[in-house]
């Protein structure tokens, strides 16, 4: 249910206004611009039904108010002395229309539906815009620290030629993301991208997905099939977990990158196929070679061109800006109200290393968000066993009096884990800390704000 305040003089108005929208709204009254303030400071209000005059108040000037308090609102301005300059004025100063007393409530409650409809449109347009911002992101993928900067650079080079890729990292690190945004900001866009997990099919029937068959070939094979390869001809083909491909079907993978052909199953036609394939695993390629369970041939043919997607531990400095993605797609998706991190739970945020990588950190934010009450997430509305075991952590180091900086980890990256570990000593004494560190109060505040953003 969203939040009304309505904002007139007349007590007869609030009242009956209230009672008419009660079953709609969650209502706020005020009667005068003091207690409607204080009313936008304490409460999330979503829409504000404001009369043009106050007593000795301008309604226009709390309308300005408010705007400057939270933009986001949407105010519908009431008047008995209808005028086009006053309402003129009135939408000039932010105000989304206006109603002449006496008012009909069906004409507000209409009104009020086209006004929230509107502001849910905008926050929309708002988080899709934010979501492409090229300094944070490329091609739908959050990042703008220097080890995510050279992946994107990776990116741009290879986006055009039809040489195989090899993407490799661990599980939660977004080695999809990738693969899509060579397919869609290359000259392959508009053609099909499609997506194989090896691992996810049986390998009786992953062959038959791959190649296609012909009709008969196998019980149940009641008619002929095309497979993955064929229907994305002048596409990408992407086969994520790679390494889990059967011996039996590398060999078969192997002609389809050299020969570019495809036999399917039950038939002798050899099929010329146009595409691109990029292959991703979580797994080390070459150890599984030395072993025997992958074909050696296969892995330099797919290992043309090796990306590596870092671990989320590698780039710290991004997660302020996956925070603010995934909580700002949460929100939307599930029609919760804006709502922002605490202090508290930031700092754990910022400084967790994340052993599930990204997919780890979305899946927290999802969490919080979904079970968190009030605008606020707190530290309380993370997931207890990871709060627990990031405790647990914390309580073995501080043994050490120490701070772990992970190998490769840049020079920001290694003073943000400094200047947290020194906050946290102190319980979050700004002075203390400066002390401590050899910088002024200021140039602390500063540091806080660039990598943490606390003001």
């Known amino acids: 249910m969203q939040n009304l305040l309505i904002v007139d003089d007349e007590p007869s108005i609030c009242v009956s206004l209230g009672f008419a929208l009660e079953d709609d709204y969650a209502v706020w009254t005020a009667m005068d611009a003091e207690t409607a303030l204080e009313t936008v400071h304490r409460e999330q209000i979503d829409c504000v039904l404001l009369d043009l005059s106050l007593g000795q108040s301008s309604g226009l000037s709390l309308l300005t108010l408010i705007k400057a308090i939270r933009p986001q609102i949407t105010v519908i301005m009431m008047t008995a002395y209808g005028t086009i ?17 006496p008012l009909h409530v069906d004409e507000v409650k209409l009104l009020l539906a086209k006004a929230l409809e509107f502001q849910a449109l905008h926050k929309q347009v708002q988080v899709l815009s934010d979501a492409v911002k090229q300094q944070q992101s490329y091609a739908g993928i959050i990042g703008k620290s220097p080890v995510m900067g050279k992946v994107f650079e990776l990116i741009k080079k290879v986006k055009d030629i039809p040489s195989s890729i090899l993407i490799t990292g661990e599980s939660g690190t977004g080695k999809e993301l990738v693969a899509r945004a060579i397919h869609f900001e290359g000259n392959r866009s508009q053609a099909p991208f499609s997506v194989m997990n090896c691992a996810a099919i049986p390998e009786s029937l992953l062959e038959s997905e791959l190649f296609g068959h012909e009709k008969g070939t196998f019980t149940g094979a009641y008619q002929s099939k095309k497979g993955l390869f064929e229907r994305s001809h002048g596409g990408t083909v992407f086969l994520d977990e790679i390494g889990e491909m059967p011996l039996s079907l590398q060999a078969k993978l192997l002609r389809v990158i050299q020969d570019r052909v495809v036999t399917p199953l039950g038939s002798y036609e050899q099929k010329e196929v146009d595409i691109r394939i990029i292959a ?70 910022y400084s967790y290393t994340y052993p599930g990588n990204v997919r780890e950190l979305a899946n927290i934010v999802e969490y919080a968000v979904a079970l968190s009450q009030g605008e606020r997430i707190t530290l309380e509305d993370l997931p207890p066993a990871l709060t627990e075991r990031k405790q647990d952590v914390q309580g073995r180091q501080s043994k050490r009096d120490g701070v772990i900086i992970p190998n490769g980890s840049t020079l920001d990256e290694a003073e943000r884990r400094v200047i947290l570990h020194t906050l946290e000593r102190h319980a979050g004494h700004r002075k203390k800390t400066a002390d401590q560190l050899g910088i002024s109060e200021r140039g602390l505040r500063q540091k806080l704000k660039q990598y943490l953003e606390i003001e």
């Open 85 to 101: 300059e006053s309402s003129v004025e009135a939408i000039k100063a932010g105000a989304y229309h206006y109603l002449t007393k």
């Open 280 to 349: 991703a695993t979580n797994r080390q390629l070459e150890d599984e070679v030395a072993k025997g369970t992958f074909r050696e041939d296969l892995f330099y043919r797919l290992n043309v061109i090796p990306i590596r997607t870092p671990a989320l531990r590698e780039r710290m400095e991004d997660i302020a800006h996956l925070v603010d993605h995934f909580l700002q797609r949460c929100t939307l998706s599930m029609g919760k109200r804006e709502k922002v991190f605490t202090l508290e739970a930031k700092k754990w945020l």
